[in-house]
């Protein structure tokens, strides 16, 4: 095991708890952007406040570190600006709902949170061929929960427009590989993950608007 992972058991108990980030896209879904962002943001101050002080402060440090401690990496327990998981999940989801077209926002925060669970359990269980600091297997695991993830977006949208279910599959390729490159380059995968796919899909968009097609738009 590698200095910084922690066990197999934690992993999943870790990866259950970034599940419940699923409510962020599904609240995005029934709603706006100012009614997302007027919930996320005061979250994502709450969160940061005990991620900080739980460094700092010995109460927060105390009940932190018993009920989670086991949970964090070894990178996250050292004192200084080092954020934790939570941290920069609501990071990303300020970022990416703000800036994004909300089709492009939920799927990739939907993927961000599922097909990065995919890969670390799989890669963690399963991943015997070295791709950078990951493996084969849990990037193939990302990409295919991820396509998996664009089908059934493309079923439930009001229409089913063939680019952005072609174009969504592919660019699932280019996020699985920025999902295993991501330490190489120290970019946090929760940030390159969702920012990935929404500019890729962006870029795209360019090539169905000139098919006389569009997919922005479709929520």
Known sequence: MKSNQISYKQELLRKTIHLCSLTLPILYYYTDK??????????????????IFSKKGRILHNFVFKY???????????????????SWVLISAVLVFAIFPKILAITSFVILIVSDLSAALIGRRFGKHPLFDK?????????????????????????RNMYFLYFGIFTSIITAFTE????????????????????????????????????????
């Open 34 to 51: 100012q009614t997302t962002l007027s919930f996320i943001i005061p979250l994502f101050f709450i969160i940061l406040f005990v991620d």
């Open 68 to 86: 989670f401690g086991s949970m964090l990496r070894e990178h996250e327990k050292k004192d200084g600006f080092v954020l934790n998981g939570a």
């Open 135 to 159: 493996s084969w297997e849990g990037t193939g695991a990302f990409f295919v929960s991820a396509s998996l993830i664009i089908v059934l977006i493309w079923s439930i949208l009001p229409e």
């Open 180 to 219: 295993a490159v991501s330490k190489v380059i120290k970019v946090d995968d929760n940030i390159s993950i969702p920012t990935s796919f929404c500019i890729t899909m962006l870029i795209l968009e360019e090539i169905a608007i000139k098919q006389g097609s569009s997919f922005l738009n479709l929520m």
